[in-house]
C-alpha cells in the first residue's frame, strides 16, 4: 500500500541544516497496524505528516497505492489524500463551533455527498460509536476521550483507506486511552483498516502489528509484535 | 453545504460578540451614511431630468460686457423666443417663462386666499415642451383665452376643495378675473421651473401699449426678463443657434455694442448646477460630497477587511482542520465570503432602518425633500458595489492566505506569522489619512465661514431689521419715518433697497469721456437720504442725498464704479443711468453687497423719495420693542393685511451664506462619523493585538514591565501608523482645501497650525482607542495568561 525510499528532510537555515529525517525506508501493507515510536525529536510526527501528504521530503521516493506521490502535482496528491487517507489528532482538533453531528457531517460536505446518504452515514457512525446521545452537543461539553471519539469518527466518516494518528491518546487517561486503542485494534481486526499511529507509550505501540523505532532521523529498529 | 455556511457564519457572528458588533456597527453607520450622502448626490443630479426631451432642450443666457466686468445673466429679452421659434432653424419650439407682476392673493366667490405660491407666466408650447403634467386641459393648447389659469392641484384643492375647478373664476386681487382652464400636477420637487400658478405669456404681453420707449413685448430688447427655454430638432448645432440669435438681436436693436446681448446655450440638464456664466452652482459640492461618501463606505469596508484578516489568524486552526478533513479552496473562499454575506446583510437591514429614521432630520439639514426607496436601482447598485468591494477584499485576500500556508505547521504552532501585518498597517494608515483629510476640510472650511461671516463688509447691519410698507402704508412712509424716530427705542430709519445683497445689475449706463467701446455693469440701489447714514457707509468724496427736489438727478457711486469708468475728479462729473441723465455727488468707499465669493463690483446710489422697504436700526436691548413699534403703525395702516413680518438683516447676510453653511455643518457630521469608524476599527486592531500578545504580555510582566511599559508598547506602533497617515494626509488635504478657497475672493489661507490641529486632534482620538485596550491587557493577571498557554 505504501513504500518510502530513501526519504530525508531537511531545513537549510543560512549555512546551517538541520536534518530531520535522513534516509528512511519503509513499507507498509494494507491491513498493517504500524506504531512509529521514538524520542522527542526523532522526526515521528514529521515521517507521519508525509506520510500524510501534510508535508513534502526534500528528497526520496514516495509511492501511495502504487501512485508516485513525490511526482504528482499538487491537486492530484490533494485528491489522492482526500480519497484515502483520514487523520486523528493528539489535540482532537474538532471545530469549536459545529456540534458532534456537524463535526462529523463536515467531511461529507467537502466530499459532495448527498443530503440523504449523509444523514444515514453520520447515524451509522454516532451509532457506532454509541455517541448519539452527545450529537447536539459542542467540543467544549465533551470530555477529552469524547473529543477524540468523535475525532476518529470524523476521520472514518470517508472510509478512507489508511488511518493515521498522532499521539492519538496522548491527552487522555489511561483509560480512556486503552478504550481508544481496543476501538483502534478492533478496527484493525475486523475491519482490515489499515492503520499508523505515532506513539510514545510502549503499551499502546503493543496494540499494533508492527512497531517501528526512530532516533535521529533514522530507523533504529523494526519488529514484529 | 449552503445551509452549513449559513449555519457556521451565523455561528460565528453570535459567538465573537465584541468583534461581530465592531464590524457590524461600522458597517452599518458606513453605509447608512454613504447611501445618504449618494441619496442628496442623486437627487442634485436628477434636476430636470425628468424631461424626456431633457437633451433637447436648452435655456438661453445674454453675455453682456467684456473682460473684468462682463457678466452673464440667465435671462435674455422676451424677443430671443419670438424669433427663434419663427426663423431659426434648428429650433422646434420656444418657451419662456417669466415671474413677476404678482397677486398677492385670489378670490374665488367668498374665499379669499393670499398667494404663498409662485405664479409664472407661459407660453404656450410649456406643456408639450417640458414633461410638466397637465391633469385636466389641452397640453397643446392650455390656455384657451388671455385671461386663463392654470393651478397645480395643491393650490385647486384651496380654493375648490373636491369640485371640479375647470371654467371657475378665480380674481387676483379682487379685480382681474381668470377662467381655470387646467390642473397640472404638483412640480417635482426636482425641478429648476417651481410654479403653482401658470398664466399666459399674453397677459405680459399686453402691459405694452405702444407708448414708452418700447412698443411691443416681442420688440423690447432691453429688458432681461425672461427665461427662454428652447426646444431643439434632434442634431441641431446649440453653438449655431445661439449664433443666429445673437445676428438676430444685433441686427434688430439699434446702437447695441456687439458685446452687451451675446446669447449661449444651456443644457436644461445643466442649469440646477451650474449657473450661466458656467460657474458651479453646487456641481462642486455634489463632486466634493461624492468623494466623502466613497471615503466614508471605503472607510467602513477597511473596517471590515482588517479584523476579518485580523481574525483569520486566530482562525488558522478551524481553518487547517477543515482542509484536513478535506475542504478545498473554494471551499474555504465560499465560507468567508458567507459570512461576510451574512454580516453585510445585518448592517445592510439596519442601516436602511438608519436612514428611515433620520431621512426627516436630514431633509431639514439638507433643506431638501428626499425619499428613501429601497427599490430604487440607484440605491442596489450603490449596495452592490459596496458590498463587492468589500466581498472581494475581505474573503479573497483571507481565503488566499489562508489556503496558502501548511495546515500542519498552522495546527502546531498557533500560526503567529500567517499573513503579513503590513496589508493591514497600510489599511490602517488609508483609514485614518482619510478621516484627517477630512478633518483637516471641515475645520478650514469652518474657518473660512467664520471669516467671511466675520469680516468687516464696509457697513453697519446691527440690529437693523427690515419690513415691506405694503401699499397702504407707502404713500405714508414720510410720516411713519418722522413718528418711529421720536422713539429712543429706533435709533435710525431709511428706506431703499436691501444694501445685503443687491443682485440686481444695469449695463444701461454712460459717463463723460466714456470710451466708445466700454461698457459697465453697475448694481443700482435706491435709496433716500437716511440710508447711508443708517448703515454707516462711508462716503469719501462729495456729500450725500439732502432729500431735496434735486437729489432725482444726483447719484452716488462705489469707488470700485469710479475707478472703473475711469473717471478722475468725479464730483460734480455727468453720469447717466438708464434714461436719466445726472451729476454725480458723492463717492462711496466700497462695501460688500455679495457673498465675500464675489469680488466687489461697480454700485450706484440713486435718490428714490420713496421705497417699499423699510429699514429700522435699533439696538439689542431695545429689539423686541422696536419691532413692536413698527408692529403697530403695519397694523394701524394695513389692516393686518397681509400679516406683519420683519426680518433681520444679519439673518439676510446669513441666507447669503446657506449652502456653505448646511455644506460644512455636513461635512462636519461626515468627518465625524469617518473617524469614528476609524477609530471603532483600531478598537478591534488593538483588542486583537492583545489578545495575540497576551503571553508576551505575561512574560515582559513577569520579568518586571510596569503598566506604563506594556502600554507604551501596545500602543506605539498604532500611533506610528497615524502619524504617517498625517504625514500623507496634509499635503494632499492642504491642496485640495487651498483650489476649494480659490473660490472666495476674500479668504483665509491653509496653515500650520489648522493641519497640526486635525493632527493633534486624530492622535489623542487614537490614543484614547487604543490605550483602553491597552491598559486593560497590561492589567491583566500574567498568572492566568500564561497559564492558559
Known amino acids: 500500500m505504501l513504500s518510502l525510499k530513501n526519504i530525508s528532510k531537511y531545513y537549510k537555515a543560512g549555512n546551517l541544516k538541520t536534518s530531520i529525517l535522513n534516509n528512511i525506508n519503509l513499507d507498509v501493507d494494507a491491513g498493517e497496524f504500524v506504531s512509529i515510536m521514538g524520542p522527542s525529536g526523532s522526526g515521528k510526527s514529521t515521517l507521519l505528516n508525509i506520510i500524510g501528504m501534510l508535508d513534502e521530503p526534500t528528497d526520496g521516493y514516495h509511492y501511495f497505492l502504487n501512485q508516485p506521490i513525490h511526482q504528482l502535482k499538487e491537486k492530484q496528491r490533494q485528491a489522492l489524500y482526500k480519497e484515502n487517507i483520514g487523520f486523528v489528532f493528539q489535540a482532537y482538533h474538532l471545530i469549536d463551533e459545529l456540534t458532534v453531528y456537524e463535526n462529523i457531517e463536515t467531511p461529507l460536505l467537502y466530499h459532495n455527498i448527498k443530503s440523504d446518504e449523509r444523514k444515514a452515514l453520520v447515524a451509522d457512525m454516532l451509532d457506532r460509536f454509541q455517541i448519539v446521545g452527545k450529537k447536539d452537543l459542542f467540543p467544549s461539553q465533551l470530555s477529552g476521550g469524547q473529543q477524540q471519539l468523535v475525532g476518529i469518527a470524523r476521520a472514518l466518516i470517508v472510509s478512507p483507506k489508511l488511518l493515521l494518528a498522532d499521539e492519538p491518546t496522548g491527552n487522555l487517561n489511561s483509560k480512556q486511552g486503552d478504550e481508544i ?44 509484535v | 453545504m449552503l445551509k452549513n455556511y449559513i449555519k457556521i457564519a451565523w455561528r460565528n457572528i453570535v459567538n465573537k460578540k465584541l468583534y461581530s458588533a465592531i464590524n457590524i456597527i461600522g458597517l452599518t453607520v458606513g453605509l447608512a451614511v454613504g447611501l445618504l450622502i449618494l441619496l442628496w448626490v442623486q437627487d442634485e443630479t436628477s434636476y430636470d431630468k425628468f424631461n424626456t426631451k431633457v437633451d433637447r432642450i436648452y435655456k438661453v443666457n445674454a453675455s453682456i460686457g467684456t473682460g473684468a466686468s462682463k457678466q452673464v445673466w440667465g435671462g435674455t429679452p422676451a424677443p430671443v423666443a419670438f ?115 401658470l398664466f399666459s405669456i399674453n397677459v405680459r404681453k399686453k402691459q405694452y401699449n405702444g407708448k414708452g420707449m418700447w412698443k411691443a413685448m416681442d420688440e423690447d430688447w432691453g429688458d432681461y426678463w425672461a427665461d427662454t427655454y428652447l426646444l431643439l430638432k434632434a442634431n441641431a448645432s446649440p453653438i449655431a443657434i445661439a449664433d443666429k440669435l445673437t445676428r438676430i438681436h444685433m441686427s434688430l436693436q439699434k446702437g447695441i455694442k456687439p458685446t452687451d446681448g451675446v446669447f449661449q446655450l444651456q443644457p436644461l440638464a445643466d442649469i440646477h448646477l451650474y449657473n450661466p456664466d458656467l460657474t458651479s452652482a453646487g456641481a462642486e459640492i455634489v463632486k466634493i460630497f461624492s468623494i466623502v461618501a466613497l471615503l466614508i463606505l471605503l472607510i467602513a469596508c477597511i473596517n471590515y477587511v482588517n479584523l476579518s484578516t485580523a481574525r483569520s489568524v486566530l482562525r488558522s486552526k478551524e481553518v487547517s482542520v477543515r482542509k484536513i478533513i478535506g475542504a478545498e479552496r473554494k471551499h474555504l473562499f465560499f465560507q468567508f465570503v458567507f459570512e461576510t454575506a451574512l454580516c453585510f446583510l445585518i448592517a445592510l437591514v439596519l442601516a436602511f432602518g438608519i436612514i428611515y429614521a433620520i431621512m426627516p432630520l436630514y431633509n431639514h439639514i439638507a433643506n431638501k425633500e428626499m425619499h428613501f426607496d429601497l427599490f430604487s436601482t440607484s440605491v442596489w447598485k450603490v449596495i452592490g458595489i459596496t458590498t463587492i468591494i468589500t466581498l472581494a477584499a475581505s474573503s479573497i485576500y483571507p481565503a488566499i492566505l489562508l489556503s496558502s500556508f501548511k495546515p500542519i505547521d498552522a495546527l502546531r504552532s498557533r500560526a503567529s506569522g500567517v499573513g503579513s501585518g503590513n496589508f493591514r498597517k497600510v489599511l490602517v494608515v488609508c483609514q485614518f ?59 435710525g430709519v431709511a428706506v431703499g433697497d436691501n444694501i445685503v445683497n443687491g443682485d440686481s445689475s444695469t449695463g444701461d449706463t454712460d459717463w463723460d ?65 438708464w434714461q436719466r441723465n445726472g451729476i454725480i455727488i458723492g463717492v462711496v468707499k466700497d462695501f460688500h453687497f455679495a457673498s465675500l465669493k464675489q469680488v466687489i463690483e461697480p454700485a450706484i446710489f440713486s435718490y428714490a423719495e420713496k421705497s417699499g422697504q423699510l429699514f429700522v436700526k435699533t439696538t439689542g436691548k431695545n429689539a423686541a420693542a422696536a419691532i413692536n413699534l ?55 486592531l488593538a483588542t486583537y493585538t492583545a489578545q495575540v500578545k497576551v503571553k508576551e504580555i505575561g512574560i515582559r510582566k513577569v520579568l518586571g514591565a510596569s503598566v506604563l511599559n506594556i502600554t507604551t508598547m501596545l500602543s506605539k506602533d498604532f500611533l506610528l501608523l497615524i502619524v504617517i497617515s498625517l504625514l500623507i494626509a496634509s499635503p494632499i488635504a492642504w491642496y485640495a482645501m487651498d483650489k476649494w478657497l480659490e473660490s472666495y475672493v476674500y479668504r483665509i489661507s491653509v496653515n500650520w497650525i489648522t493641519i497640526a490641529l486635525a493632527g493633534v486632534g486624530a492622535i489623542l482620538i487614537a490614543l484614547i482607542t487604543i490605550s483602553f485596550q491597552s491598559i486593560k491587557a497590561a492589567l491583566a493577571n500574567p498568572v492566568k495568561s500564561l497559564r492558559s498557554e
Open chain 2, 433 to 491: 489619512a482619510f478621516s484627517i483629510g477630512l478633518i483637516i476640510g471641515t475645520l478650514v472650511i469652518n474657518r473660512q465661514l467664520h471669516y467671511i461671516q466675520t469680516t468687516q463688509v464696509g457697513y453697519d447691519r446691527d440690529h437693523v431689521f427690515t419690513v415691506n410698507l405694503y401699499n397702504n402704508m407707502y404713500p405714508h412712509q414720510d410720516a411713519v419715518k418722522a413718528e418711529l424716530l421720536r422713539h429712543r427705542e429706533i435709533t
Open chain 2, 630 to 684: 413698527v408692529k403697530q403703525y403695519h397694523v394701524q395702516y394695513n389692516h393686518g393685511d397681509p400679516p406683519f413680518e420683519y426680518n433681520f438683516l444679519d439673518d439676510d447676510f446669513n441666507n447669503l451664506y446657506k449652502t456653505e453653511q448646511s455644506t460644512s455643518m455636513l461635512f462636519s457630521i461626515f468627518a465625524g462619523i469617518a473617524i469614528f469608524i476609524s477609530c471603532l476599527g483600531l478598537f478591534g
Open chain 1, 181 to 224: 486503542m481496543e476501538l483502534f485494534k478492533k478496527l484493525n481486526k475486523e475491519e482490515g483498516m489499515t492503520i499508523i499511529q505515532v506513539t510514545h507509550s510502549e503499551k499502546n505501540a503493543e496494540y499494533g502489528s508492527r512497531i517501528i523505532n526512530l532516533l535521529d532521523g533514522t530507523v533504529e529498529s523494526s519488529k514484529n
Open chain 2, 83 to 197: 424669433h427663434a421659434a419663427k426663423e431659426v432653424p434648428g429650433v422646434e419650439a420656444a418657451v419662456r417663462v417669466v415671474g413677476d407682476m404678482d397677486y398677492s392673493k385670489f378670490r374665488y366667490k367668498d374665499k379669499l386666499l393670499r398667494r404663498t405660491a409662485t405664479m409664472k407666466f407661459v407660453d404656450d408650447a410649456f406643456f408639450t415642451v417640458f414633461d410638466y403634467k397637465l391633469l385636466k386641459g389641452d397640453p397643446k393648447k392650455p390656455f384657451p383665452t388671455d385671461q386663463s389659469i392654470i393651478l397645480s392641484v395643491t393650490e385647486a384643492k384651496k380654493y375648490f376643495g373636491d369640485t371640479d375647478p375647470m371654467g371657475k373664476v378665480l380674481r387676483g386681487d379682487d379685480k382681474d378675473p381668470y377662467t381655470v382652464s387646467g390642473v397640472m400636477a404638483d412640480m417635482p420637487a426636482n425641478s429648476s421651473i417651481q410654479a403653482d400658478y
Open chain 2, 513 to 577: 469721456g466714456k470710451p466708445a467701446t466700454a461698457s459697465m455693469v453697475i448694481h443700482p440701489f435706491s435709496i433716500d437720504q437716511d440710508f447711508i447714514k443708517v448703515f454707516k457707509v462711508k462716503l469719501i468724496a462729495g456729500s450725500n442725498f439732502t432729500g431735496e427736489k434735486s437729489d432725482t438727478s444726483h447719484y452716488i457711486l462705489n469707488e470700485t464704479a469710479i475707478k472703473e469708468a475711469g473717471i478722475k475728479n468725479p464730483i460734480g462729473k455727468r453720469f447717466k443711468l
